[in-house]
């Protein structure tokens, strides 16, 4: 997969469908979870008028806002941006010209094909941050974890242990309900897969 990074998606609306869905999705969770509008706000970093704005549909916030959201709840983004598909398909496709990129300033994601209601999700993610990102921005999420570096080479930072140095055909598998975050360690930008398990649907999260 070519690595064109052309903007940051704090640039990126949401389409108007996307939008009112995701509002839907982050407010049941925030209630799931017995949060508040300023707790949630101090746990992800954005402000509490502007989720509420989104949880009712009134603006998109963009990506890079949903993103930090999404980490605030322990939410993999891709699972609430996903496509609209028949879920009494077997199988779900998602040709190579159909998937658009989520990019945040961290990573840029590109979601591979999962069902909605699978115990699956996966992603192709381009890590192209140098830094180690601030803590706010780690992510955990219920679950396991496995990835595998397709190109450059990363650091793996799990909470509480020491990073870990992959490279090109490396992969780690981990409990991806621990802080988790990705840097890259390569010249150009690191392509990695990831592939998480998803709580039973309907169950608690």
Known sequence: MAVKRT???????LPPKTMANVGRHLRQRRLDLKLTLVELSEK?????ATISKIETGKVSGGFQTIYKIARGLGLLVTDILEPDVDQDEKIVLRRRCEIEPHRTSLYDYYPQATRVHGRLNSSIMVVHTKEVPDRIDWSNHEGEEVVTVLSGS?????????????????????????PHAYVCTSTGPAEIIFVSTRPPHGGST
């Open 7 to 13: 903007k940051h998606a704090q640039d990126d609306a």
């Open 44 to 48: 992800c970093g954005v402000s509490f």
């Open 154 to 178: 990363i650091r793996l930072h799990l909470d509480g242990d020491e990073p870990l140095f992959l490279e090109k055909g490396d992969s780690a598998c981990f409990d991806s309900g621990i």
